[in-house]
């Protein structure tokens, strides 16, 4: 199986600062054939179902604002949150689609300072 | 607009079977793949198991012993069994498609 792992677990953000959460598989999740990265970020916020935030590594999903910026490929992938929003604090899963088993990471929690 | 919605028994007993149901609309069964994804009391996601349009599954290696995923596409409906349920699988079990739509998701409890 893939093992996804997640960095850090938590984060403590004040209102407009720029996070970064960082994600790291087991083996590369590109994929020559069409040179697509297999890797999503989700955001759960508490009591909620997961959103598709970002897939195909940094394409972000329709309706998904402009400051998630996902990137990264092979191995390595960053989830890049710009001037972050009170409505952003949440916990954040990256998810590697590549092959089955689908895996997730173990989650980063986004709190306020 | 598509809507999942999971159904099932809240709580189970160790050792039963649990079964669960996935009642889809405004989303094929035949054009697209429908996946289990469930999450114990505070922690992270698990990807539990998957059909894919043309039927076919793929489980979770360390649940596949236990787990079968099957469909009624004239119903719209995808089914969860996992046997011999222990405290370990208390979770909120959700069913997404295309990981781009979630049901609200349902709490299994696994106690006596």
């Known amino acids: 199986d893939i093992v996804m792992t997640q960095s850090p677990s938590s984060l403590a953000v004040s209102a407009g600062e720029t996070v970064t959460i960082n994600c790291k598989s087991s083996?590369?999740?590109?994929?020559?054939?069409?040179?697509?990265?297999?890797l999503a970020w989700y955001q759960q916020k508490p009591g909620q179902s997961p959103k598709l935030l970002i897939y195909w590594a940094s394409t972000r999903q329709s309706g998904v604002p402009d400051r998630f910026i996902g990137s990264g490929s092979g191995t390595d992938f960053t989830l890049t949150i710009s001037s972050v929003q009170a409505e952003d604090l949440a916990i954040y899963y990256c998810?590697?689609?590549?092959?089955?088993?689908?895996?997730f990471g173990a989650g980063t929690k986004l709190e306020l300072k | 607009q598509v809507q999942l919605k999971e159904s099932g028994p809240g709580l189970v007993q160790p050792s039963q079977t649990l079964s669960l149901t996935c009642t889809v609309s405004?989303?094929?069964?035949?054009?697209?793949?429908v996946h289990w994804v469930r999450q114990p009391p505070g922690k992270g996601l698990e990807w539990v198991g998957a059909?894919?349009?043309?039927?076919?599954?793929d489980y979770n290696s360390a649940l596949k012993s236990r787990l079968s995923i099957s469909r009624d596409t004239s119903k719209s409906q995808v089914f969860l069994k996992m046997n011999s349920l222990q405290t370990e699988d208390t979770a909120i079990y959700f069913c997404?498609?295309?990981?781009?739509?979630w049901g609200q998701g349902v709490m299994v409890t696994v106690s006596s």
């Open positions: 997404t498609g295309l990981f781009d739509y």
């Open positions: 405004g989303f094929s069964l035949t054009s697209n793949s």
């Open positions: 083996q590369s999740l590109l994929y020559s054939g069409n040179q697509k990265n297999y």
């Open positions: 059909i894919w349009s043309g039927g076919s599954t």
């Open positions: 998810q590697q689609y590549y092959d089955t088993p689908y895996t």
